[in-house]
């Protein structure tokens, strides 16, 4: 009676693993990565898969489709003209062009395009957000933007000012999981960007990360409004140091993660 109580214990939980994975197999956004992950067993805490490695899952150094280092490419020149067709992230490479080439050297140059600059950039340069006069147009530089920062058009500052920044974010489509919750990779990301703008309202440069974590407390479904709440505890010559909390306004305001980012000035 015990071993066949196991045995169904065992394929329901088999069971709703698959229904989990099963459920990316219509996710366009960052977990169609797991689309191909094969479930082999699940059970009491553990879980076993299996995948073969796609085009989607490789890094520059893939060559035959498997994951072989970058020394497997005969030239530099090929190196980078493997990239002229790729789609995704390494087509920021597109545009670099190679000058020299040999004995453990490698001069190129590359004419800063839209592609290549970072949320500080303006007029199509390489500036620090400082340049910035306010919170809002800081975020208001994303509302154009393709690409990653494009997850933050939606977001709205309420109040910025003395070290402090409150936003507040409507969750769609583009900011969930596949269980139709805040993604936690877009948390990380509000974390990081709200925290800067922060930063930037006690008149520095937004800096540069060099430690960013996140907890996460409850889950927040898409349709639910946010509230994303930064304040710089301590900023010196160097070093700034930014607590964020992120709150549920559609759920009692009842606090959903909360992150520390700190940043080197």
Do not use: W
């Amino acid at each position: 009676h015990n071993k066949n109580r196991l045995t169904r214990l065992f394929m329901a939980a088999l069971q709703a693993a698959r229904n989990i994975f099963r459920r990316f197999t219509s996710q366009n956004g960052f977990d169609s990565v797991l689309k191909q992950v094969k479930i082999l067993s699940a059970g009491d805490g553990k879980c076993t898969c299996e995948l073969e490695i796609a085009d989607e899952h490789v890094n520059a150094g893939a060559r035959n489709k498997t994951m072989s280092t970058i020394g497997a490419f005969k030239s530099a020149s090929k190196f980078l003209g493997y990239f002229e067709k790729r789609k995704g992230f390494y087509s920021v490479l597109n545009k670099v062009k190679i000058l020299s080439a040999g004995d453990g050297k490698c001069t190129c140059e590359l004419e800063i395009a839209d592609e290549h600059v970072n949320a500080g950039a303006r007029n199509k340069t390489m500036s620090t957000i400082g340049a910035f006069k306010s919170a809002s147009k800081f975020l208001g530089y994303f509302e154009k933007r393709k690409g990653f920062y494009s997850v933050l058009n939606k977001v709205k500052i309420l109040s910025a000012g003395d070290g402090k920044c409150t936003c507040e974010l409507e969750i769609a489509d583009e900011h969930v999981n596949a269980g139709d919750t805040l993604h936690g990779g877009l948390t990380a990301t509000l974390v990081d960007s709200i925290s800067t703008v922060a930063i930037t309202t006690t008149s520095n440069p937004p800096g540069v990360s060099t430690d960013l974590n996140v907890t996460y407390m409850r889950p927040a479904k898409k349709g639910d409004t946010i509230s994303i709440v930064a304040e710089c505890l301590k900023v010196g010559k160097t070093m700034a140091f930014v607590n964020v909390d992120i709150f549920n306004k559609s759920d009692g305001n009842k606090i959903v993660a909360q992150g520390r980012h700190t940043k080197h000035l």
